[in-house]
């Protein structure tokens, strides 16, 4: 077996519940993601024996986010699809 390599992916464009369900399917059993910064950039810190992932993979990856972030805007606000509404929050009164 093969020692495990890790390498940095940006996370620009790629959702992280997307990136942790789906790199098995990708990079094998063993992958693994996690959030990761690397020189300022946020992304992930994927670690697999397999190979990694190839530029097809990741642009289905960020076509499964573009559809995941659609599905869950339209899931909590069904009139109005926009990624970064804002979403109001009730705010406690302070007693004397």
């Known amino acids: 077996m093969a ?14 519940a997307v990136i942790q369900n789906e790199i098995r399917y990708h990079c094998g059993p063993d992958a693994i993601v996690r959030p990761y910064t690397h020189q300022g950039r946020d992304g992930f810190l994927v670690t697999t024996s397999g190979p990694p992932l190839t530029k097809a993979q990741i642009e289905d990856l960020k076509e499964s986010s573009r559809d995941y972030e659609e599905k869950q805007s339209r899931r909590n606000n069904e009139a109005d699809i926009f990624l970064n509404a804002p979403i109001p929050v009730a705010q406690r009164t302070r007693r004397n």
């Open 3 to 16: 020692a495990p390599n890790s390498y940095f992916l940006p996370g620009f464009g790629i959702s992280r």
